[in-house]
């Protein structure tokens, strides 16, 4: 019996009618990167595990995917480990690479890598897959898309504000409601130093980014866990609730940090971004949010994500700013900071509420019925005149019968459809008929290019 076809969970098949509108997203989101002066890039799948480990974390290091080294890989582990059954330990051994996690951190490497030969500060961006062995679910995916932007080189706050303006254009573009929630690692360390836990800015920020999904009372119970004392889990509290304007938010925390210079530093960052805002005409809301965290180890100031409004979905974008990532490969002092937008959860917010243009489902503008090889020759050479105009024509490749070419038209959603027999060859002109509203004309091929162009 044979075996019946799957695919991995948590990955999809994407079909025509899928993929056109995939690529609406990526030429869109592609084409507001390019008004802001970024350069495009790819890099590897997989890169070396030594690259991608200790970048994102404890709970990102287990959601890497590794690859197996080629050939016989158990030759060269150790054979006690192999009997303690230390998985950590004999995964260094038999596996050296891994896919990519996120395009950040294979960005970084790329940008030390390749120094000699970048301009900086260096605007990229980068349209690739990427890859996390978690547990696929609504909105979560084991592959999918991330739309990178970043500037490396530069510790301006305008590239903050940038990022933003981009943010707002991609999504009026995409004619998606959504709010910029804003926060900055700095203000985050210096809560840390306040109520006396420096060396647990990790565990506060991964446990209090989960604010939106497990609620407080479960955020104070994994603070807790990690070991903070009772004490400093209450004078989180205040800030895990703080409301008001964003000018609110800040003054209130800038009472509760006094007494820290690195939180004072990210308070007057924020300061800065919102007055540089408050210039512009940016639509889209940006809200400062003292819970927002980014569970990654790498973000060290202002840190972004984007929410759909209408739609009960995870963040749809994300990103921030970090001071040092390149330092790991041997660049140090090098800032940079950047936000992906996520291709996958976007597809599905617009599917959800049916934003995708009418238009952007066409691939094929007109299609030429096929009723023999002398009409065959004659569209030929008419197909020939409309493709060099631009415009995406096909004829039927057999001369089957009319009701099956027809309901090829339709079933592609081929908005036109040309009929050619023995008086259109005599006339030299087309029938052209309308799909949508069944009318017809009598057109030469110059009128059907003007009145599909325009």
Not at 1 to 15: E, L, V
Not at 62 to 82: R, W
Not at 132 to 141: I, N, S, V, W
Request: net charge negative.
């Amino acid at each position: 019996m044979a075996q019946k076809p799957s695919i991995p969970k948590g990955t999809r098949d994407f079909g025509p009618a899928e993929m056109v509108k995939r690529n609406y997203i990526f030429d869109t989101i592609k084409s507001v990167f390019k008004l802001y002066g970024f350069q495009p890039i790819e890099t590897p799948a997989m890169e070396n595990l030594s690259t991608l480990m200790g970048k994102y974390g404890e709970e990102g290091d287990k959601l890497l995917f590794k690859i197996l080294n080629s050939g016989d890989f158990l030759t060269k582990a150790d054979q006690e480990l192999l009997t303690q059954k230390d998985s950590v330990k004999v995964t260094g051994q038999i596996s050296e690479k891994g896919l990519r996690y996120d395009l950040t951190v294979p960005f970084a490497r790329y940008v030390v890598q390749h120094r000699n030969n970048i301009v900086f500060p260096f605007k990229r961006y980068q349209i690739q897959p990427v890859w996390r062995a978690d547990r696929p679910q609504k909105g979560r995916y084991r592959e999918f898309f991330q739309c990178d932007v970043d500037v490396i080189g530069s510790d301006s706050l305008l590239n903050e504000v940038e990022l933003i303006q981009i943010v707002d254009e991609v999504y009026k573009k995409l004619n998606i409601n959504v709010v910029v929630k804003m926060n900055n690692r700095k203000i985050l360390a210096g809560i840390a130093e306040t109520i006396g836990q420096p060396d647990k800015m990790v565990d506060i920020t991964v446990a209090i980014d989960k604010l939106d999904k497990i609620g407080v009372e479960k955020v104070n119970q994994e603070l807790l866990e990690k070991g903070l004392p009772q004490l400093a889990v209450e004078q989180l509290q205040p800030i895990l609730n703080l409301s008001g304007s964003n000018t609110e938010k800040l003054n209130q925390i800038k009472n509760v940090l006094s007494g820290s210079e690195t939180g004072l530093k990210g308070i007057q960052e924020m300061e800065t971004v919102f007055a540089l805002l408050a210039d512009l005409n940016i639509s889209t809301k940006v809200e400062l949010d003292l819970t927002l965290a980014r569970g990654l180890n790498y973000y060290t100031g202002a840190i972004f994500e984007v929410k759909a409004l209408d739609v009960q979905i995870g963040s749809i974008t994300g990103g921030g700013r970090y001071d040092d990532l390149t330092g790991i490969f041997g660049l140090p002092d090098v800032s940079g900071v950047g936000i992906s937008f996520g291709a996958d959860r976007i597809y599905d917010v617009m599917e959800q509420l049916y934003l995708y243009p009418k238009e952007s489902a066409t691939t094929t503008q007109i299609l030429f019925v096929n009723f023999g090889d002398k009409e065959q020759v004659w569209c030929m050479k008419a197909l020939s005149e409309l493709r060099k105009a631009g415009i995406s024509a096909e004829i039927f490749p057999e001369s089957a019968k009319m009701k099956k070419q027809m309901t090829y038209a339709n079933q592609r959603n081929i908005p036109f459809v040309a009929l050619v027999g023995e008086q259109e060859i005599e006339s030299g002109k087309i029938t052209l008929k309308d799909m949508e509203n069944g009318t017809q004309d009598n057109i030469t091929v110059e009128e059907i290019i003007r009145k599909l162009m325009y």
